[in-house]
């Protein structure tokens, strides 16, 4: 299994970014895949995940600001970020296979994709 996440960079605040997430190796199309990201100095956190038949969940820090969405056909996972805030800066992951959603340890996990947002 492989995830590889892009579509990181620098961005002022209240800019966007969409990020990317190619899945290869297996088929996804039956499992929960989303997003987590790690501040510096903080914690992994949950961020986003979308089911195998299109429930979204989100934090309640980037709920109204970010849009989760896939392509099964393409075997790619999305994240549109709007309204970026400077506490948004973080590396973010593509995971898949959830033990339990929301946000419940993910069997996979990508190489992560670094968002910097400026004040």
């Known amino acids: 299994v492989q995830l590889q996440a892009s579509g990181g960079g620098l961005v002022q605040a209240g800019g966007s970014l969409r990020l990317s997430c190619a899945a290869s190796g297996r088929t996804f199309r039956n499992a929960a895949m989303g997003w987590f990201r790690q501040a510096p100095g903080k914690e992994r956190e949950f961020v986003a995940a979308?089911?195998?038949?299109?429930?979204?969940y989100y934090a309640d820090s980037v709920k109204g600001r970010f849009t989760i969405s896939r392509d099964n056909a393409k075997n790619t996972l999305y994240l549109q970020m709007n309204s970026l805030k400077p506490e948004d800066t973080a590396v973010y992951y593509c995971v898949t296979h959830f033990s339990y959603l929301p946000g419940g340890n993910p069997a996979y996990w990508g190489q992560g994709t670094l968002v910097t947002v400026s004040s």
């Open positions: 979308v089911s195998s038949v299109l429930s979204t």
